[in-house]
């Protein structure tokens, strides 16, 4: 069993929490993830790693509840336990040698580019970050990614806070007075990040994109991650998650992405009734 450190809401339907699992935390990278059950009868899922403390053996996970996995890792607290939590998964970012690098991340992805963002600063590359949300209230990590990186632009749809509009407005404007990028790494929606690579290509610029939204089981045998990366097939989980966003079929990826949209709805509903009908019974 792993016990839950502690507990954070970060925003309405985002939950941060620290676990306590000293293997995982002595091993992890920024890029790759965990697969973890919540109880003995869950099912698996792959959650990326949002940071690590190796001296106090912790992991830190940051999801959003849209699910009934998710929903019932949300409703345990600060001293619960989970029954698994393996890793750490797939392959790390590459942040060695890098002198400059744009992040772009987008709603619950900039969880995933946090760490990447910490790591390149304290390898003394100079970062630069976007990162979107719908409103406000849905804003998460600020702070730290304003704390790791020497650029930052926080956009919103409705302008309810920093910029009004999407993240590939920036970007295209610092590329477009010339600032020069070794790479630049999105993390995101997939819809989002087939445009940043497509404000991307026209400048050359080496575009990395995570594909940890299309990932289910996290280790390949259910092929739902499958993707197409420069004519090839590719899993997500196995081969990533991080591949050349130039040579992702993301058309292809944003049509499998929606299989199965309707059974986890129905399976979320399910789930919400039964933590209803037990909080009516006062269990």
Request: glycine share 10%; aromatic share 8%; proline share 4%.
């Amino acid at each position: 069993m792993y016990r839950i450190v502690s507990k954070r809401p970060l925003n309405p339907t985002v939950t941060q929490m620290e676990i306590e699992a000293p293997y995982v935390a002595k091993r992890a990278e920024p890029g790759q993830f965990v697969i973890l059950r919540v109880d003995d009868r869950g099912e698996r899922i792959p959650l990326t790693v949002a940071g690590f403390d190796r001296i106090r053996g912790t992991v830190r996970i940051i999801f959003q509840t849209v699910g009934a996995t998710t929903e019932a890792l949300s409703r345990l607290e600060a001293g619960d336990a989970i029954a698994d939590f393996a890793g750490p998964l797939g392959k790390k970012t590459e942040t060695e040698g890098k002198r400059r690098v744009c992040i772009v991340g987008g709603g619950v992805g900039c969880a995933i580019a946090l760490p990447i963002a910490k790591r390149l600063a304290e390898l003394g590359c100079e970062v630069h970050t976007v990162i979107g949300f719908r409103s406000r209230e849905l804003v998460i990590l600020e702070d730290e990614f304003r704390a790791a990186s020497s650029r930052l632009a926080v956009m919103t749809d409705d302008g309810s806070h920093g910029e009004r509009g999407v993240v590939t407005a920036p970007l295209k404007a610092w590329l477009e007075a010339g600032e020069q990028y070794d790479e630049v790494i999105t993390i995101g929606p997939l819809v989002m990040m087939k445009f940043v690579v497509a404000t991307t290509r026209p400048f050359g610029v080496k575009t990395t994109v995570s594909m940890n939204p299309i990932m289910i089981d996290g280790t390949g045998m259910c092929g739902g991650c499958r993707l197409t990366v420069g004519g090839k097939t590719k899993f997500a989980c196995v081969d990533g998650p991080e591949f050349d966003g130039f040579k992702v079929d993301f058309d292809e990826a944003i049509s499998r992405s929606t299989m199965y949209r309707d059974f986890e709805r129905h399976r979320y509903e399910e789930s919400c009734n039964l933590f209803r009908g037990a909080a009516d019974k006062g269990v």
